[in-house]
């Protein structure tokens, strides 16, 4: 085995351990958030990240329709109408129509989606102040590989789903 083949088994290997963290991550974020929300007096939040980044998509571009609320978050459309139906139902967001396109629904915080937004806004600035000084590290040319490497595997996983679920549709289609 020559000297690359074994840096790419140990990038696999990395890669793994990566991918483990980030679950481990996701969960502690996710109870940091509801300290957080609890701290700022928030008796309800939503029970999962992707519905508070949908409400921060919506607080960082309100008014916002489903549609663009799935381009800016690469989510389906379909997804983002189930959870956006959910934060409606919760009051967390409310729905309206603008005046001169009465068929597009468009989505705003409530009261109650804006303290969540707040809460999370809070919570994200201190994440971003980590990671960032993080990349400190690394100089412009790194910081161009790990880019080139982290939209690499974004793409190889977007594609792998996307697999995914058209064997999925496959297997549903024939059943």
């Not at 990395?14 to 300290?35: R, Y």
């Not at 590290?137 to 996983?157: G, P, R, Y």
């Amino acid at each position: 085995m020559d000297s690359s083949e074994g840096l790419k088994r140990l990038i696999y290997g990395q890669f793994l351990h990566f991918s483990h963290l980030i679950e481990q991550t996701v969960e502690t974020e996710l109870d940091e958030f509801a300290d957080q929300a609890r701290l700022l007096g928030l008796a309800a939040f939503p029970n999962n990240l992707t519905s508070i980044h949908v409400i921060e998509c919506i607080g960082n571009h309100e008014p916002i329709n489903n549609t663009s609320i799935a381009e800016k978050m690469n989510l389906s459309k379909a997804g983002i109408t189930k959870i956006s139906t959910k934060l409606h139902a919760e009051e967390y967001i409310k729905r309206s129509r603008l005046n001169d396109n009465k068929k597009e629904v468009y989505f705003s915080l409530t009261s109650k989606g804006r303290h969540v937004f707040e809460a999370h806004e809070a919570m994200h600035a201190k994440i971003n102040r980590r990671f960032l000084s993080i990349l400190d590290s690394f100089s412009e040319t790194e910081l161009q590989a790990v880019l080139k490497f982290s939209q690499k595997m974004i793409d190889h996983l977007n594609q792998g789903l996307k697999g995914d679920q058209g064997a999925q549709q496959d297997s549903d289609s024939s059943s």
